[in-house]
């Protein structure tokens, strides 16, 4: 089945800094990537929706400055946490599809742990 | 955002049982996938479902997409202790919703030998 690739599985960071997550399709081309979020024993929450060289649509609560996606390619979407705190500390899951009528795969997922 | 209702929360069963969940909705859905996830790992698809009343199974997974389309069930038959983990249903509405999947609250089952 195709692949789905999150870096890194796992990072610490330091209350104010900003960290980068990416995720990568390894054998096909992903025209939409989402991202969710989720907290501790929760479900997952959609965070945006991006699609490949045009803006992401985030999820109404989400704030676009504090949660940056960039879909640049085909196989590469990156979110970036700006000012991370605390309150930011949770598993962060990808996923990609590609054109027509296929369900997304999922990558393993992230998790951050701002202190 | 909205969630689907799931139940049961958790379930404790023993090796060999059957087990039953369901997820429901005061929307329609025009699609019910069921996932499985594991600890510190994404989702992984088990089932799909795209028209109401449909029946699938995945070899000891079945799964309903329910004929009103606010509701769907996975059961899982004789069950084995690699059944550990959370169960989510998501549900899709392709009118107006784009590609965008609403997740289950999630049944987290355990397995006892």
């Known amino acids: 089945g195709a692949v789905v690739s999150q870096h890194p599985s796992r990072v610490i960071c330091k209350s104010g800094t900003s960290v980068k997550i990416e995720c990568r399709s390894l054998?096909?081309?992903?025209?939409?990537m989402f991202w969710y979020r989720q907290f501790p024993k929760q479900s997952l929450m959609l965070m945006a929706t991006?699609?490949?060289?045009?803006?992401?649509?985030?999820e109404q609560g989400v704030e676009k400055d504090k949660f940056l996606i960039n879909h640049a390619s085909l196989t590469l979407s990156t979110l970036t946490v700006t000012s991370a705190h605390p309150e930011d500390s949770s598993f962060y899951i990808c996923s990609a599809r590609t054109r027509g009528n296929t369900e997304a795969f999922f990558g393993q997922g992230t998790r951050l742990t701002v202190v | 955002g909205q969630q689907l209702n799931q139940s049961p929360q958790s379930m404790f069963i023993q090796e060999g049982e059957d087990v039953s969940m369901n997820c429901t909705s005061s929307?329609?859905?025009?699609?019910w996938l069921w996932y499985k996830q594991e600890p510190g790992e994404g989702p992984v698809l088990l089932i799909a479902l795209y028209k109401a009343g449909e029946l699938t199974s995945n070899g000891r997974l079945t799964a309903q997409f329910g004929i009103t389309r606010k509701d769907s069930f996975l059961n899982i038959s004789a069950s084995i202790p690699s059944d550990v983990g959370i169960y989510f249903c998501?549900?899709?509405?392709?009118?107006?919703?784009?590609?965008?999947?609403?997740f289950g609250t999630g049944t987290q089952l355990k397995v006892e030998l």
């Open positions: 929307s329609i859905f025009n699609t």
């Open positions: 054998d096909f081309q992903a025209t939409t």
């Open positions: 998501a549900g899709r509405i392709l009118t107006g919703g784009g590609n965008k999947l609403t």
């Open positions: 991006s699609n490949e060289g045009s803006k992401a649509t985030y």
